[in-house]
């Protein structure tokens, strides 16, 4: 599992969606320790008894578990079947990593809550067999929308969140052709709209707009396979 904000009720309402219990959860790989991806961890991890994993930065800031599993940041550890690669990314955050995952040849990345393209990203991402990426604000959208100057200025900064059209950059740095799967996250529910990531990004990929996913914040999504 990586992060989770949510109650444990909820936790196991979206897990029993996928045919998971929280007991079959090996560990949770803690990204950065802002609350919507913190909130959670500590009450489900004790409730099921699980290994919490972080960066050493972001372990710092978790106050709520007696123990907390740090990876070097810029070393890939094991865990069960997977290799996973740490990426460090801009963001507002202590130690903030997303992540890759390497098993049976296959490469799965995620990148969400970065605010800027570095090539170290670029670099991590280069192989993978499935990205989740985020594409969390349309420009446009977010300059003349309700949120305070304040929050506007931190989510258009260089450590606060991609836009749709810096995904479209890191993308257009990627060999997409490789990609068995290409889902995107993190969209903003007043800065942005589905029907305006697939549209923006299938035309400037150039791929099938059916082929592209989006994660809904409430149904989240099913399963992916990779082969």
């Not at 444990?8 to 929280?22: F, S």
């Not at 070097?72 to 801009?90: C, K, Y």
Request: aromatic share 6%.
């Amino acid at each position: 599992m990586i992060d989770n904000g949510f109650s444990i009720k909820e936790t196991d309402k979206r897990m029993q969606r996928l045919g998971v219990l929280g007991s079959q959860v090996s560990a949770i790989l803690v990204t950065h320790e802002h609350a919507d991806h913190l909130g959670g961890v500590a009450r489900y991890a004790r409730r099921y008894d699980i290994p919490v994993w972080a960066s050493h930065g972001t372990a710092a800031m978790i106050k709520k578990l007696d123990s907390v599993q740090c990876f070097n940041s810029h070393q890939a550890f094991s865990l069960a079947d997977f290799i996973i690669e740490p990426v460090l990314v801009p963001h507002d955050a202590r130690e903030p990593t997303q992540f890759v995952f390497q098993s049976d040849g296959m490469r799965f990345g995620v990148m969400t809550d970065t605010g800027s393209i570095t090539q170290h990203m670029l670099d991590a991402l280069s192989d993978c067999d499935a990205l989740l990426l985020e594409c969390n604000y349309d420009h446009d959208m977010l300059v003349n929308g309700p949120y305070p100057e304040s929050l506007k200025r931190r989510v258009l900064g260089d450590w606060g969140h991609l836009d749709n059209q810096q995904a479209i950059a890191l993308l257009q740095k990627l060999d997409t052709e490789k990609l068995q799967h290409l889902v995107l996250a993190h969209v903003s529910e007043k800065n942005n709209s589905h029907e305006l990531v697939l549209d923006s990004v299938s035309r400037a990929i150039q791929c099938d707009r059916a082929w592209l996913q989006v994660i809904d914040q409430d149904d989240g999504l099913a399963w992916c396979n990779l082969d």
